[in-house]
């Protein structure tokens, strides 16, 4: 008896909902076509036949229809409406005769005060698409009002204000008469920097303001602002604002006026008598025209000043960060951080890292000096310690480092670095242990669009580094890297990644070089279908000695399948060797799925190795961005 009853009210449950959606009015349309056509069904879409009874709703059919034609500048149409004979009604067949079309007549838009000579208040009317002579359509109309709005806010012309503003529509003659008039007053300069709240020296903050006071005021100047006091992960919260509230108070009074002003304010009766002709003769030479000019300049209004004021709160002193990933080439890994991102007012910061994987165990630490502009100008002082067992390299490595680095307008960075290391390894079968210190130099540059999974991006980066025994370092190379990395998008749903890395020591004694400097390639981020870092020179016995020179490069291809999920077909190629140019590289090839997870991307990956006999395809797995 309780199915039953549950049965039958599922099913009055679902007739309900089905003659809920049976309500939705359809628009069958007679006599228009294209994006009108469009607009009176989107008029019609919500309009529910329940509401109403069948007189009010042709009415109402024909009062939106004859509102959505407006728009385009059909004022008088004659508009038939037809209902189905159901209750309600399903759906209003419509037969509309659009009538005349109004036509603009006058076009008449002007700028008055500094705006009149500001290039994107020109450039906005110079896109506007109508003119005079053609049909009326509101929407063109509407967005330039709006785009002339925002960038009278969005430049510093608080004082706006719209003098005139009509559509003057006259069907009966089928025209239509338009004025705009944007008063936009004087553009206000960027004023002095209020900073609150903050716990770094204010110097350092305001370094960070890509303006000086009496700039022009703009709006993309005061996000970039907050977007830079963000980057220095000093603050937890950010507030950039404009003291709009204020500005009438900013002003400066008007200047007293001089006669020349009263003339125009308050006319000739307010002005002394003039003396006689006999007695202007007399009184002495007259001013002449730059006299008054200057004058003139001298009762001119000062440039109104725009505030910024700035909020912040600290970030926490002690940050922790632990994280857990895969890859084929390491396994399973574990890293911990401690990060303190300030330690001193002036802004100094101090990291530790542990990594932990199968093939190597590291710990390091940085402290940065941030200088007068601190996302550009930094000293580093780094230092790490590692342990590497894998294949046949087995090192305990030491290494302390000062950097200084400079980031140029062009987003380049340079860093110029004096490292010291020592190293005791083993390296295919012979064992070495080697102090050295040496300089080097770097440029790099990284640019990205959504960085979890860019669109977008690319990345350069070269080094020289260089170690000689003429000042006690323990070997002497020079030795030069250079990688490339882009991504760019066909469409919305093909997405190519290419790599290019290559590498070269000079040396008088190999055997020298650290295993942390030598060249080994294979693996997820350099030739896959082969082991991480078994692609290098071998030594009699068999066992990988590392090279003197490395080249690998990697085309891919990514399609998207649904949604976050991609599909990607690769080649990759490269190999570690002695002598420049190689006489044949390792090549492998597969297909691989992409998945854009909330913490970045999982990548899987077949690959097939064409120059390995024992192994017909690998596995490859890894999670995190290409850059």
Not at 204 to 231: D, I, T
Not at 504 to 530: C, H, M, N, Q, W
């Amino acid at each position: 008896m309780g199915r039953g009853v549950i049965s039958r009210m599922g099913a009055a449950a679902l007739c309900l909902g089905m003659v809920h959606g049976a309500l939705a009015l359809e628009a069958r349309i007679d006599g228009l076509e294209g994006d009108v056509a469009d607009n009176v069904r989107y008029y019609l879409d919500d309009l529910d036949a329940a509401q109403y009874d069948r007189r009010r709703l042709e009415g109402e059919a024909v009062r939106r229809t004859r509102e959505a034609m407006r728009v385009y500048g059909y004022y008088e149409p004659r508009v038939r409406p037809r209902l189905d004979e159901q209750d309600p009604p399903r759906y209003v067949s419509l037969a509309i005769d659009p009538g005349p079309r109004v036509v603009i007549e006058v076009l008449d838009v002007r700028l008055e005060g500094e705006a009149a000579g500001d290039e994107p208040f020109d450039d906005t009317l110079g896109a506007f698409p109508l003119k005079e002579g053609d049909p009326l359509v509101h929407a063109p109309w509407d967005r330039m009002r709006s785009r002339l709005a925002n960038l009278a806010l969005e430049r510093g012309y608080f004082d706006w204000s719209f003098t005139d503003r009509r559509m003057e529509v006259r069907p009966f003659d089928q025209s239509a008469r338009l004025y705009l008039t944007l008063d936009s007053g004087q553009r206000y300069a960027f004023g002095d920097i209020a900073i609150r709240g903050s716990h770094i020296v204010e110097e350092r903050l305001r370094n960070l303001a890509p303006f000086e006071p009496g700039e022009p005021y703009r709006a993309s100047q005061v996000a970039l602002y907050a977007q830079r006091l963000g980057q220095t992960n000093w603050f937890s919260s950010v507030s950039v604002r404009p003291r709009l509230d204020a500005r009438r108070e900013l002003a400066l009074a008007p200047p007293t006026l001089g006669w020349w002003n009263v003339v125009e304010t308050e006319g000739d009766a307010a002005l002394p008598q003039a003396p006689s002709s006999r007695t202007a003769m007399t009184a002495g030479p007259r001013l002449s025209a730059l006299a008054l000019d200057a004058a003139a300049r001298l009762n001119a209004p000062e440039r109104p000043s725009m505030p910024i004021d700035v909020a912040l709160d600290p970030a926490d002193r002690h940050q922790f960060e632990t994280g857990i990933g895969y890859a084929t080439d390491v396994g399973p890994r574990l890293q911990f951080g401690w990060n303190q991102p300030w330690i001193n007012r002036y802004g100094h910061s101090l990291e530790h890292d542990v990594f932990l994987s199968q093939p190597e165990q590291q710990l390091s630490g940085t402290y940065l000096m941030p200088l007068d502009d601190p996302l550009r100008d930094q000293y580093r002082f780094q230092y790490g310690l590692r342990h590497r067992d894998n294949e046949d390299t087995r090192s305990n490595e030491a290494t302390v480092e000062l950097a200084r680095r400079w980031e140029f307008d062009n987003r380049w960075v340079q860093t110029l670095f004096a490292r010291a290391t020592y190293e005791d390894f083993t390296q295919g079968g012979e064992d070495e242990s080697v102090f050295i210190y040496y300089p080097g130099v770097s440029w790099s540059r990284v640019r990205t669009r959504d960085p979890r999974f860019p669109t977008w991006g690319d990345r350069q980066r070269v080094t020289f580094e260089y170690s000689d025994t003429s000042w006690g370092s323990g070997a002497d190379f020079l030795r030069m890297t250079g990688n490339t990395e882009w991504i760019r998008m066909l469409g919305d749903d093909l997405r190519f990644v290419t790599r290019l890395a290559l590498g070269a020591i000079e040396t008088s004694d190999f055997s020298k070089v650290p295993p942390s400097l030598r060249f080994f390639t294979g693996g997820d981020r350099s030739v896959r279908g082969y082991g991480y870092e078994t692609l290098a020179p071998r030594n009699e016995e068999g066992l990988l000695r590392g090279g003197q020179q490395m080249l690998a490069g990697s085309v891919e291809i990514q399609r998207r399948v649904t949604g976050n999920w991609w599909g990607a077909a690769f080649v990759d190629s490269g190999d570690a060797f002695d002598d420049w140019w190689p006489q044949a590289l390792n090549t492998g090839a597969g297909l691989g799925v992409r998945w854009i997870s909330p913490v970045g991307p999982v990548r899987f990956d077949i690959a097939h190795p064409f120059d390995d006999e024992e192994n017909s395809w690998r596995l490859h797995f890894a999670i995190g961005p290409e850059f």
